[in-house]
């Protein structure tokens, strides 16, 4: 992300401040974070059919319980809401196969997720190799999910929670639901937390961003 100053932000037509009003939805486990964000952004009819029957399209979906990001493409497809998905990797990363985060999950996914990246545009999924930056997007549309962490250090808040720097990578979504230009800040809601509206500084989702790990996903969510 390339660094502008509120006047470049500002001359490009954007409104100074947007704060998106969520229903928040906390994670009940330690792999369904993806899923919340989903749950998050789902009009409350949608919402309510995806909780009742939460196990049986888990598995139908055929992810169960470890979900990439093309899975939650999928699942928003379910459920009709209009997204595109940005992503420096289509399919998955040779890499990952030396990554202890990867390395236990990548044999049972890794047939499932290619053959989903094959077919998502056969079922009208969009899936673009590149990113778009974040201020255009939040302030034309709705909302979007973001696989990353906050590369925190001396106990400073991570996504997930606050432990020492240096730490494993290790995968997680939220929800960035508004900014501030003034402050340089974006809001997010992360489903490990209660119902509650976070801040980052845009240079750290920047760097969250880009670790290793997270292919740079973002999923636009268009209202």
Known sequence: MTRETDGDLLNNGQPEKIHIQLSHYKQKYNWDCGISCVLMVLPTKDRKDFLTNFGQICKSEGFN?????IDICYLLKRYRIKHTFYTVTLGIHEGYRGNSFYHHVLTKDENRVNSRFETAKSVGIVVKKMLRFIVDHTSSSSQWAYNSIDQCKNFKLELRKCIPWPIPYQGHYIVVCGYDVHTRKVFYRNPSF??????MPLETLDQ?????GTDEDIIFIFS
């Open 65 to 69: 319980k470890s979900t990439w990001t």
């Open 194 to 199: 209660g119902d509650h509206v976070c801040t």
């Open 208 to 212: 969250a961003r880009k670790s290793y």
